[in-house]
């Protein structure tokens, strides 16, 4: 996380970005709506800066890196699981790791994105 610590004044002028859940002194919550949107940018091209100004965000306020992790982290996410990657799971995550076998259209589905993504980042399928 980066150690970049919110004003209160940049607290409250993050907090009425439509895209922000919550800011605290350390960290914004960014709403799941925001983390589909930056995807599909970022898969026709778009930088994450670009994104993030385009959609409300100062960057200088919140720090290149904190951009640079979160665009990581959530591209990390949709490869792995798709759109159900990027919710926000904290207030339905119970702390233990998923038993049940997927289904096939879940594994598809999983792979589909990977697919997507990787073909956005210029990596080509072997």
């Given at each position: 996380m980066s150690k970049k610590i919110f004003s209160e004044k940049e607290r409250k002028h993050l907090s009425t970005n439509k895209y922000v859940v919550k800011a605290s002194t350390k960290s914004i919550i960014y709403a799941d709506e925001f983390k589909r949107l930056f995807i599909d940018l970022y898969m026709?091209?778009?930088?994450?800066?670009?994104?993030?100004?385009?959609?409300g965000f100062d960057v200088s306020v919140i720090g290149m890196k904190r951009v640079e992790q979160s665009?990581?982290?959530?591209?990390?996410?949709?490869?792995?699981?798709?759109?159900?990657?990027?919710?926000?799971?904290?207030?339905?995550?119970?702390?233990?790791?998923?038993?049940?076998?997927?289904?096939?259209?879940?594994?598809?589905?999983?792979?589909?994105?990977?697919?997507?993504?990787l073909e956005s980042q210029g990596v080509e399928r072997k």
């Open positions: 026709s091209g778009k930088t994450p800066k670009e994104i993030f100004e385009a959609n665009a990581n982290r959530w591209k990390k996410a949709y490869g792995k699981d798709g759109i159900i990657g990027l919710a926000d799971s904290r207030k339905e995550a119970s702390g233990r790791p998923l038993k049940r076998e997927l289904t096939q259209d879940e594994v598809i589905a999983r792979q589909e994105a990977r697919m997507r993504l």
